[in-house]
């Protein structure tokens, strides 16, 4: 498995992946994606110094995509694994794979009705820091929460 970053020829491919059910169901933002917004928000993103987008490959073929939004000195993460490959492992690989790249603190959001992404998360050495209803918010702070990551 290997990490790349998002080019331009992604765009489509991507929009697909958003826009499919589940994935939406999943999403904090769960609306359809028109294609022209889409586009927009992804080239706009491929230029930007506050948001990172990679696509995770496995021989050759594309399986999820990575994003981190840098805000206010948080890496905030997210990530979506390609339909026809949920529920292999991938996700936490992925998360993983990325966490151990990066430095500092990391925040994932996640619908509290996640329970894969809440299972991916903590694979990955996330920590509950608060939640409400509508929203649970995931933490890495430092090396004593990333310990749990070798397992």
């Known amino acids: 498995m290997r990490i790349r970053k998002a080019e331009k020829k992604d765009w489509l491919m991507l929009l697909e992946w958003r826009n499919d059910e589940i994935t ?47 805000k206010d000195g948080d890496k905030i993460l997210s990530w979506t694994v390609a339909p026809e490959y949920r529920g292999k492992g991938y996700a936490k690989k992925m998360l993983k794979m990325l966490v151990d790249k990066l430095e500092g603190e990391l925040v994932a959001f996640i619908k509290p009705d996640n329970t894969a992404s809440v299972k991916v998360a903590e694979y990955a050495g996330f920590k509950l820091f608060k939640s409400n209803p509508e929203l649970l ?10 310990k749990f990551r070798d397992r």
């Open 137 to 146: 918010v995931y933490k890495i702070k430092d090396d004593e929460d990333r």
């Open 24 to 70: 939406r169901k999943n999403s904090i933002n769960s609306n359809l994606v028109n294609e022209h917004d889409h586009k927009e928000w992804f080239f706009s993103s491929l230029k930007s110094e506050k948001r990172e987008i990679l696509i995770v490959e496995e021989n050759e073929f594309a399986i999820g995509t990575l994003r981190v939004d840098f």
